[in-house]
Nanobody, 124 residues
């Protein structure tokens, strides 16, 4: 059974940095290493929104306009880990952050697996 577990959330001040991690288990190395991965977030009272995605080998990434230039998505396939480096955090970044896995890197990808989320709170 595939599991994605996020960690690294917490409370930070505006302007500070935070790194989220997503650990995968219950799947073969090949399945993980060929999958596209993404981060989404859901802020209080809002719909879930796309944050960033990365292709299987990390050579291609995409970001929401709201985080472009501040957040960096990366992955370590040997360790089955996905990361989201959040720099210059803003109160508007406060949300529960989820990692997700797909076999498709496109804008219209459907995500087969989701983590349970990690809370990020940015105070002003």
């Amino acid at each position: 059974q595939v599991q994605l577990v996020e960690s690294g959330g917490g409370l930070v001040q505006a302007g500070e940095s935070l790194r989220l991690s997503c650990a995968s288990s219950g799947q073969s190395f090949t399945t993980w290493a060929t999958a596209a991965m993404a981060w989404f977030r859901r802020a209080p009272g809002k719909e879930r929104e796309f944050v960033a995605r990365i292709n299987w080998d990390g050579s291609d990434t995409a970001y929401a306009d709201s985080v472009k230039g501040r957040f960096t998505i990366s992955r370590d396939n040997l360790k089955s880990l996905l990361y989201l480096q959040m720099n210059a955090a803003q109160p508007a970044d406060t949300a529960v952050y989820y990692c997700a896995q797909s076999q498709d890197f496109s804008d219209y990808a459907e995500y087969d697996y989701w983590g349970h989320g990690t809370q990020v709170t940015v105070s002003s």
